[in-house]
T-cell receptor, first 115, second 114 residues
């Protein structure tokens, strides 16, 4: 069985601070995919990034960066110079290869950026 | 852009009523999913469908059924609504033709059962 743990329930930062959202996953499969989603107050989950288990390269997209480390089963998400618009709930998720793309979600981290 | 739409943003129903939640996607995706989201519990999968007329139970199927008569449409049915089904319901879809794909979500339906 798969499991995704987001230990941080809520985080508050002041605008322009950097913040890292932690994600730890568990799976026995060797081929799997990791995702991050953003859920703003409007409610709709928005896809941010996908990573497969064979690609440990870190990725940067503007103020967002992701650090994937198989050795620690972690897929952490960093927002640099946070902005009020980053306030949302962020979900980390896992799909293992095969099957019907059933996703295992973490319980989410609520990020509040204070102006 | 992928678009997933849900029939209602807010819905109020009475205990015992039959409730239909509709979801439509316009990207010809094979897979469709229904989740419910509750504070502190994250997203929990109710049912999913990987093809027309096909369905699989998720983690919490009790009290729900689904219907997928057309590829673009996936309906969630509460046969007899109960107060513990008050929740946010999210529909999602994903493609399968090139491997594993991210899911695209609708805006959600906030259902209140009184």
């Amino acid at each position: 069985a798969q499991k995704v743990t987001q230990a941080q329930t809520e985080i508050s930062v002041v605008e322009k601070e950097d913040v890292t959202l932690d994600c730890v996953y568990e799976t026995r499969d060797t081929t799997y995919y990791l995702f991050w989603y953003k859920q703003p107050p409007s409610g709709e989950l928005v896809f941010l990034i996908r990573r497969n288990s064979f690609d440990e390269q870190n990725e940067i997209s503007g103020r967002y960066s992701w650090n994937f480390q198989k050795s620690t089963s972690s897929f952490n998400f960093t927002i640099t110079a946070s902005q009020v618009v980053d306030s949302a709930v962020y979900f980390c998720a896992l799909i293992v290869s095969g099957g019907y793309q059933k996703v295992t979600f973490g319980t989410g981290t609520k990020l509040q950026v204070i102006p | 852009d992928v678009k997933v739409t849900q029939s209602s943003r807010y819905l109020v129903k009475r205990t015992g009523e039959k409730v239909f939640l509709e979801c439509v996607q316009d990207m010809d995706h094979e897979n469709m999913f229904w989740y419910r989201q509750d504070p502190g519990l994250g997203l929990r999968l109710i049912y999913f469908s990987y093809d027309v007329k096909m369905k699989e139970k998720g983690d919490i199927p009790e009290g729900y059924s689904v219907s997928r008569e057309k590829k673009e449409r996936f309906s969630l049915i509460l046969e007899s609504a109960s107060t513990n089904q008050t929740s946010m319901y999210l529909c999602a879809s994903s493609g399968r033709d090139r491997g594993v794909y991210e899911q695209y979500f609708g805006p959600g339906t906030r259902l209140t059962v009184t």
